[in-house]
């Protein structure tokens, strides 16, 4: 069956988080200079005019919303594509996909220059009337637990008390499973790796939207579905509050599409119909005046304020831990190769090599998922975090160890020589306390480098303080205030280590002019 | 006491010893002169094995050391615990101060107990003169002061035989007499040296035997004396008469 391999297809989606953080901050900063300059723009005139429809949506989304066909690599298939098609020839202009990360699309749409509605999944919940307009509903789904298939005692969130649970971020299942209580949520950027995590036993369920459980259980012999949907959610279109006009067009294309079977044919053939979605056909909308819900974060410090402090407990710990690993081992692999015996000194100079030369976020998900995967190594998130960050430092470090080596003169070489040490006590009592003073500077530096760095984990679940920032921002839409409060948390944290660092270096100096 | 027979050693395509034979007999204090580049520096990095020598033997008391590659790195430590050396340019250990300089082999490589190794430091601490220095840091300290806790650091392994090369040309002249005077008094208490230098007032002073070494040979030996006041040979005469301008 053709779906079986789409989920295959999906899983690149998630090769795009790392850049999201970035995004963000350059949302803010977007958002800061030009939503009180630039008048509201792109009506539906302006649209007509152009005799295009821009929809934004992630293309990394996966089956069986939007994805790549498996025949044809380089086209968009899934019900949305259709949907958004049908959607603009109702409107009597042309479709075009524009492409933006999934969790980013609320503020991206921004003042539309960049597309004009979402048709994306997005769930037409009170968090998102709260940001946006949206359209009637065109698809009706409900939240899915998807369990390992040995399990028997998970059926529903009442079960799964003090047990981790796969969210997709800023999803309505994230909001469900932490507006519940007492679950453990884990936060992931895509809808293909939480189930990976479940398959190894990282996880004891997964929360979804039924259609994403559904395809991407066709075919797993290791998961199944627990219970059924419940919560029933909404996808609609959201459209710039802006344009009421582009808004009241939409609905009466939706309920057109409804009427003459389109939809009921563009679902089926994506294996989506259920009587269930008949309910589109007499929805009425009871919501339509939900006040616009923009919280300052600055305002409600005593709400975010502890949030983001406990996120950055994990990154200090996982960067304190990190560096331990790091400066061990980066000592062991500067010896090996200044000192080793060949085989040793190639392994040595092949590691730090590798290790320099290939992108942490490639080391992470190797660690994480390659070894799940490959070898049944389930490392958690924390200590597959401390482990990749650590490995990867200690190849810097190794080289900032080495500089200190051979900065060390050769007559301090010589003189332990003469006075009739083995090169080993040599290298212990002479050249490595000389060698180390002269890389400490380099290796604090490091240090205070990877308080920053270690944001990166949040690609493995693991909320730290940049992912927090980043759910909150998205939650409270004050991404100036959210990022604020972040960079000063950020900016404390490594004006102590710095402190802490230009301490250990005097007092390591003080005997040494 | 030292024997060196036929001692030979190249760098690349450059002989830089070419058959040297020494004799040295316990107590007495050795004076090597020369041309610059003759191999002077080369002859005792030999002798202590920072160079291994091509061909000959090296024989400090009981051990025999043969060139090429026949020494293992063992024999060499063996050979340099007989022979301590003292350098031009001192190299102490900047992070340790002058009395941890001085216990650093008694303490690391004899492994004598801290306390008998301290009072043995501080012993010969006195005896260079720097009691009042034992606590500060090479860096805190003068050119002649640093090379006096050098030949400390040598004498605290007791070795047989002390080899320095040019022990005083780093220093300005008026600090030369301190570091001329504790090796005069260590040629007076029967310590066996073999000293390089160009300072004439030291080979002087200290010498039993002055050494002329010429392209890597031994080209003329005798008392100072005789070497200073009657040279036979016609280089050891060309380079007196330059080094004393
Ligand atoms: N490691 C080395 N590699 C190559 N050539 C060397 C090396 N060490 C010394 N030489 C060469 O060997 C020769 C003898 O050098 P050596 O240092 O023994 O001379 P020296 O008699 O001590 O001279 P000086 O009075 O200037 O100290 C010189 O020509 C020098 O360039
Ligand atoms: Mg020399």
Redesign the interface.
Not at chain 2, 91 to 95: A, K, N
């Given at each position: 069956m053709q779906i079986a391999g789409l989920a295959v297809a999906s899983g690149r989606r998630s090769h795009w988080s790392f850049h999201r953080r970035w995004r963000c901050l350059h949302l803010a900063l977007i958002a800061l200079f030009s939503l009180p300059l630039l008048p509201a723009r792109a009506d539906l005139s302006e649209l007509r005019q152009r005799g295009v429809l821009r929809w934004g949506n992630d293309a990394e989304g996966g089956a069986p919303y939007i994805y790549h066909d498996p025949d044809h690599a380089d086209r968009l298939i899934g019900f949305e594509v259709e949907f958004a098609e049908a959607l603009a020839g109702r409107l009597g202009v042309k479709s075009e996909f524009v492409q933006n990360n999934w969790d980013m699309l609320v503020p991206a749409l921004g003042d539309g220059t960049k597309f004009d509605v979402i048709i994306a999944g997005l769930e037409r919940s009170p968090e998102n009337l709260g940001k946006l307009a949206m359209s009637r509903p065109y698809f009706i789904f409900g939240q899915q637990l998807v369990v390992r298939a040995e399990a028997t005692n998970f059926t529903s969130l009442d079960d799964l008390r003090g047990r981790a649970v796969g969210v997709l971020s800023a999803s309505g299942s994230h909001h469900l499973v932490e507006r519940h209580g007492g679950i453990e949520a884990k936060v992931y950027q895509d809808n293909v790796n939480y189930f990976r995590d479940l398959e190894v036993g990282r996880l004891d369920a997964v929360l979804t939207d039924s259609p994403i459980a559904q395809v991407n259980l066709v075919g797993n012999t290791k998961l199944k579905l627990a219970g059924k949907p419940f919560a029933p959610g909404y996808y609609a279109v959201g459209v710039r509050r802006e344009d009421p006009l582009l808004l009241a067009k939409i609905n009466e294309a939706i309920g057109a599409l409804i009427v003459d079977g389109t939809l009921e044919r563009i679902y089926t053939k994506y294996a989506l119909w259920s009587p269930e979605q008949m309910a589109l056909r007499d929805w009425k909308a009871d919501d339509s005046v939900i006040a616009q819900t923009q919280h300052s974060a600055l305002r409600d410090w005593r709400t975010y304020l502890p949030l983001l402090l406990r996120a950055s407990v994990t990154t200090i710990w996982i960067t304190c831990a990190g560096m331990v690993l790091a400066v061990v081992w980066g000592l062991a692999l500067a010896l090996f190769r200044m000192y080793g015996p060949a085989p040793v000194r190639w392994l040595s100079i092949a590691y730090i090599e590798v290790f320099r030369g290939t992108p942490l976020l490639l080391q992470i998900y190797f660690i994480y998922f390659g070894l799940a995967q490959q070898l049944g190594l389930k490392l958690s998130a924390g200590v597959a975090a401390v482990v990749s960050l650590g490995l990867n430092y200690a190849a810097t470090e190794a080289e900032n160890y080495r500089a200190g080596l051979q900065a060390v003169p050769r007559g301090q070489t010589e003189a332990a020589l003469a006075l009739g040490m083995t090169r080993a006590l040599a290298i212990r009592r002479v050249i490595l306390p000389q060698a180390l003073r002269i890389s400490l500077p380099s290796v604090t530096n490091d240090f205070i480098a990877m308080f920053k760095d270690s944001s990166i984990v949040s690609v493995i679940a693991l909320v730290e303080l940049t992912k927090e920032y980043q759910i909150r921002a998205i939650d409270s839409g004050d991404y100036i205030g959210m990022g604020l409060m972040t960079a000063a948390i950020y900016f404390v944290m490594s004006y102590l280590a710095s402190l802490g660092a230009r301490q250990i270096e005097r007092r390591m100096n003080r005997d040494h002019r | 006491m030292i024997t060196v027979e036929a001692l030979t050693k190249s760098f690349g395509s450059t002989r830089v010893l070419d058959g040297l034979d020494h004799r040295q007999a316990a107590g007495e204090t050795v004076a090597l002169i020369g041309p610059s580049g003759c191999g002077k520096s080369t002859f005792l990095r030999c002798l202590?094995q920072?160079e291994t020598h091509d061909t000959g033997r090296i024989t400090i008391g009981d051990l025999t050391l043969e060139g090429g590659r026949a020494a293992t790195?063992e024999q060499q430590?063996q050979l340099?615990?007989r022979a301590?050396?003292v350098?031009q340019?001192f190299?102490?250990?900047?992070?340790r101060?002058a009395l941890e300089n001085v216990m650093?082999?008694p303490l690391?490589?004899l492994r004598e107990p801290r306390a008998e190794a301290e009072a043995r430091a501080r012993d010969l601490l006195a005896k260079v003169d720097l009691s009042a220095r034992a606590d500060h840091?090479p860096?805190?300290l003068s050119g002649g002061q640093q090379q006096r806790v050098a030949i400390a650091?040598?004498l605290a392994?007791r070795p047989q035989l002390l080899l320095l090369d040019e022990p005083t040309s780093a220093l300005d002249p008026e600090l030369r007499d301190e570091v001329r005077s504790v090796l005069r008094q260590l040629a007076e208490e029967g310590m066996t040296m073999l000293v390089v230098t160009h300072d004439m007032q030291l080979a002087r002073e200290v010498a039993d035997q002055v050494v002329f070494l010429h392209q890597g040979r031994v080209a003329e030996s005798g008392t100072p004396e005789a070497i200073f006041n009657a040279p036979t040979h016609e280089r050891t005469r060309d380079f007196l008469r330059k080094v004393r301008g």
């Open positions: - | 202590n920072l790195t430590r340099r615990l301590g050396m350098f340019q190299h102490l250990f900047p992070h101060t650093e082999g690391h490589i840091l860096g805190q650091r040598a392994m």
